[in-house]
Structure formats: structure tokens, C-alpha cells
């Protein structure tokens, strides 16, 4: 059964510096979506992508988040300059068509600022 | 305001037992859909179920159902048949259909379920 994958599972940095995590979502889905979960709380919703373009993003995608689709498969979030209360999971995902399709998450990627 | 409630914050099972998690919401879109994901220890978003709207009969995918009723706004899960593998945490979660055509999930707090042998 196709899957989102994300790597790395853990990545462990430095506050100021820069992290990229990297999704690959399923092949067929166009729409994609960035979530964090701070340890302990609700998931919260980061950034929507579709063709290129970011559609929707919460007040917490300020301007050191970023997201990029480099190639036909990966899609990323770069954070540029990380503070500790960048520390969360942050989930990548996808779904097929607009509207109220089903979102599928990969298996996430816990980042920790030092 | 919180569009999605879930007043569980922890619930207790015997295994074979069914159990009932809550959910409410608050929209003022037609047109949404509900989504029950659960979360493993091990940290992946495993989505579970979904409730159109629009949708005449309550959803239902295996020993998962929900209760959907729709003037009272909730979305109950129930797992019949609990299994020591369902302990995990439950997240409601809801999508509007208003604004761009790729809207974000909003969850709710989740429900932490414990499977007791």
C-alpha cells in the first residue's frame, strides 16, 4: 500500500541553525501539507501546497518556515533559523484531490533544538 | 473558539469490551468531513475513519463506526471488540469545505485509550 515517507526520523540541532525535512508524499496526490506536534499537545496544522504554490498557512509559518517541491517526488519544510520551541514532530502529508479528501501522514520526523 | 472538543482526556477498556470516544465540533460550513486518526507510542498519524457531511449513514471500516449526529455536532468513534493494539492516543479532526480547495485538518486534543487485559 503506497505510503507519505519522511526523513530523517529524528534530528537532533543546534538553536540558529538551519534543518530541512524531507517528505516524499504518495505518487498519484497533488495537494500536500505540513503539521507539527509539540510533545504532549494537539496537532497543528503549518502549511498547504498544491501546484507549486503555497495555499493556505497558519500564524505559525512565519517567514524562517519555507516549503519547496525540488523535484516530482520530495517536498520539504525548511526551518532557517531554529529556536527551542521549534521542538515538535513535525508530520508531512498528503491526499489525491482538493476538498474533503482524506489526508494520509507520514510516519513524522522529531526534531529537537538544543 | 475550539472547533474541535474532545472531553476524554484519558479513557479505560477492557480488552473484547467496546469503548466510545468522544467528539464534538463547531462549524458553520455545510459541507465538512470528519476524521478519526490514531497515534501509536511510536508516533505516526494512522488515519482511521472519515464522516462526510452530507453522508446519510454513519461511516464504519471494520471494527470502527461513527456515531454521527449531526444536530448535536459530534462525531463519536467507537471500537468494538477492543484489542491490547488499539491502546493509543485518538484524534477527531475536521475539514471545511469554505476557503481554498486545500483546507487544513483541525484536531482535537485526543483521547489517550489504555486496552486492560
Known amino acids: 500500500e503506497p505510503e507519505v515517507t519522511q526523513t530523517p526520523s529524528h534530528q537532533v540541532t543546534q538553536m540558529g541553525q538551519e534543518v530541512i525535512l524531507r517528505c516524499v508524499p504518495i505518487s498519484n496526490h497533488l495537494y500536500f501539507y505540513w503539521y507539527r506536534q509539540i510533545l504532549g499537545q494537539k496537532v497543528e496544522f503549518l502549511v498547504s501546497f498544491y501546484n507549486n504554490e503555497i495555499s493556505e498557512k497558519s500564524e505559525i509559518f512565519d517567514d524562517q518556515f519555507s516549503v519547496e517541491r525540488p523535484d516530482g517526488s520530495n517536498f520539504t519544510l525548511k526551518i532557517r533559523s531554529t529556536k527551542l520551541e521549534d521542538s515538535a514532530m513535525y508530520f508531512c502529508a498528503s491526499s489525491e484531490r482538493e476538498g474533503l479528501e482524506t489526508q494520509y501522514f507520514g510516519p513524522g520526523t522529531r526534531l529537537l533544538v538544543l | ?117
Open chain 2, 1 to 117: 473558539a475550539q472547533k474541535i472538543t474532545q472531553t476524554q482526556p484519558g479513557m479505560f477498556v477492557q480488552e473484547k469490551e467496546a469503548v466510545t470516544l468522544d467528539c464534538t465540533y463547531d462549524t458553520s460550513d455545510p459541507s465538512y468531513g470528519l476524521f478519526w486518526y490514531k497515534q501509536p507510542s511510536s508516533g505516526e498519524m494512522i488515519f482511521l475513519i472519515y464522516q462526510g457531511s452530507y453522508d446519510q449513514q454513519n461511516a464504519t471500516e471494520g471494527r470502527y463506526s461513527l456515531n454521527f449526529q449531526k444536530a448535536r455536532k459530534s462525531a463519536n468513534l467507537v471500537i468494538s471488540a477492543s484489542q491490547l493494539g488499539d491502546s493509543a492516543m485518538y484524534f477527531c479532526a475536521m475539514r471545511e469545505r469554505s476557503g481554498s480547495g486545500n483546507t487544513p485538518l483541525v484536531f482535537g486534543k485526543g483521547t489517550r485509550l489504555s486496552v486492560i487485559a
